[in-house]
């Protein structure tokens, strides 16, 4: 299955790219999408205990398990106002 | 603009992120309602100086669906901690702001004024804490930083 991966801020920066698919086995949880995000972007490894997750537009934790064609947010720690 | 009478016409967004930039009296307008005797309003602004540091501008990014989202989220969960505020208005800008600009505006209404005080600080407390909203100083003396408030 193949889900769409969005970057934000300094995340962005590290990948060098704001978005990008990921082809992933079913089953898959976002914690296993972030071990193959870090092995291809080692960039993100610095980042990665600190990085909230979001699937369509919702925050959800690392066990959370990912569907095809699902819209997959890395978020760095936020800080508008 | 119209009262919420629930069809979604041509009232107002109440929650957005925009580069344009932003007018207290416009967002506060959002909210006109006859019902309305009090408006609270917090208005954020670009600081020129950050732990001791000069800056020269701020840029700020978003995820803008999901910002605009939470943003939502925060106004429902205010209206169900304060039952007497009648409607939210939170609108945050985004892209590169000079200091002095306003980054935010977030105005309450209510019947009457009491709860509105509390209310707009849970806002903006609570902005700063889910909203996928990010910005990066920029420093005169060269040089750049994301910031959160971790």
Known sequence: ??????????????????????ELPPGATVQDLMKLLTQEHPALSRHVSH????????????QTTLQQGDEVACLPPVGGG | MAANDGTGGERAKLFEVT??????????????????????????VVRGVTDGREVSYLEYEAYPEMAEQTLRQIGDEIRERWKTIRE??????????????RSVVIALSAAHRQET?????????????????????VWAEGGAQWRSEE
Not at chain 1, 2 to 10: G, I, L, P, S, Y
Not at chain 2, 23 to 32: F, K, M, N, Y
Not at chain 2, 88 to 101: F, M, P, Q, S, T
Not at chain 2, 125 to 137: G, M
């Open chain 1, 51 to 62: 990085i909230n997750v979001a699937v369509n537009r919702k925050y959800v934790d690392l």
């Open chain 2, 88 to 101: 939210v208005a939170i609108v945050h800008r985004l892209g590169r702001l000079e200091i002095g600009e």
């Open chain 2, 19 to 44: 580069n344009a930039e932003l007018s207290v009296d416009e967002v506060v307008g959002r909210l006109a309602d006859p019902a309305v005797g009090a408006v609270s309003a917090f208005v954020g």
């Open chain 2, 117 to 137: 005080f509390g209310a707009v600080r849970y806002a903006i407390d609570r902005l700063k804490e889910i909203v996928p909203i990010w910005k990066k100083e």
């Open chain 1, 1 to 22: 299955m193949k889900v769409t991966v969005k970057f934000f801020a300094a995340l962005r920066e590290a990948v060098g790219k704001p978005q990008t698919e990921q």
